[in-house]
Nanobody, 124 residues
Framework: QVQLQESGPGLVKPSQTLSLTCTVS??????????WSWVRQPPGKGMEWMGA???????YYNPSLKSRTSISRDTSNNQFSLQLTSVTPEDTAVYYC????????????????WGQGTQVTVSS
């Protein structure tokens, strides 16, 4: 059974950098065909795709967040990470990592495994 688990601070101060890691088990992040994504859901709003990294380490970003977002990976630990710089209270959300089959972009039926999500609050 594929499992994804987000980890990182639950509280970040404004203007600081939000950093999260997704640990994947039972599926290698270097396996061809899969894209490893970050998605967030602010309170009372829909899901927002932030970006993804593929099996070769190539990255893809939501244009609206690209200037502040960086996704990287640690293949030795089968993890991929998200960094979001210069956060504001509007970045408060539940952050999810997920696996998509053969496609990159917003959540769809091609997303087959999700982490449980982690709440991140931006507040001083």
């Amino acid at each position: 059974q594929v499992q994804l688990q987000e980890s990182g601070p639950g509280l970040v101060k404004p203007s600081q950098t939000l950093s999260l890691t997704c640990t994947v088990s039972s599926s290698s992040i270097t396996t061809t065909y899969y894209y490893w994504s970050w998605v967030r859901q602010p309170p009372g709003k829909g899901m927002e795709w932030m970006g993804a990294i593929d099996d070769n380490g190539a990255t893809y970003y939501n244009p609206s967040l690209k200037s502040r977002t960086s996704i990287s990976r640690d293949t030795s630990n089968n993890q991929f990470s998200l960094q979001l710089t210069s956060v504001t209270p509007e970045d408060t959300a539940v952050y999810y990592c997920a696996r998509a089959r053969g496609t990159v972009g917003p959540p769809s039926s091609q997303y087959d495994y999700w982490g449980q999500g982690t709440q991140v609050t931006v507040s001083s």
